[in-house]
């Protein structure tokens, strides 16, 4: 069944809005630190991880990567000395990505311009309750799809 007129406007403002905010930060990222939101993306989710370390399945499935993906991402952040790849702690057959203390630092110097861009972006232009609001929104649709 087709999308009404309305539902069309709202499925395609949401679709481009979404990749207008991501391209942005990439943007951002790329011209300040030289790197894509999808490597700050990794090396952030393992700065709020304790002990900065998460199994490679773990970390694919939170930054939505493939686990070829993921290896291939991890493997450009080993070369630039911001994570290491090591068996795990408690279970010697799995690979866990580690931040290493250069990819702590590294985190801690970008994250001040991506979370300047961030607050301009989505908190000056939608104000915090509707900032709340479409978070709220966003996060029905993301458990929707939710293969749990």
Known sequence: ?????SELRIWLTLVEGVTALLDALDRQLRKDAGMSHDDYRILSRLHREPG???????LAGEVG???????????????????????????RR??????????????????????????????????QERARETADALDQIRRATSPN
Not at 116 to 127: A, N, P, S
Request: hydrophobic share 40%.
């Open 65 to 91: 990567f493939s686990p070829s993906r993921l290896s291939h991402a991890v493997g450009r952040l080993e070369g630039e000395g911001w994570v290491s790849r090591t068996p795990g702690e408690t279970d």
């Open 1 to 5: 069944m087709a999308l009404n007129r």
């Open 94 to 127: 799995v690979v866990e990505a580690g931040l290493t203390d250069a990819g702590v630092d590294r985190v801690r110097e970008v994250s001040v311009g991506h979370l300047d861009q961030v607050r301009h972006l989505v908190f000056e232009t939608l104000g």
């Open 52 to 58: 900065r370390r998460l199994r490679m399945s773990v």
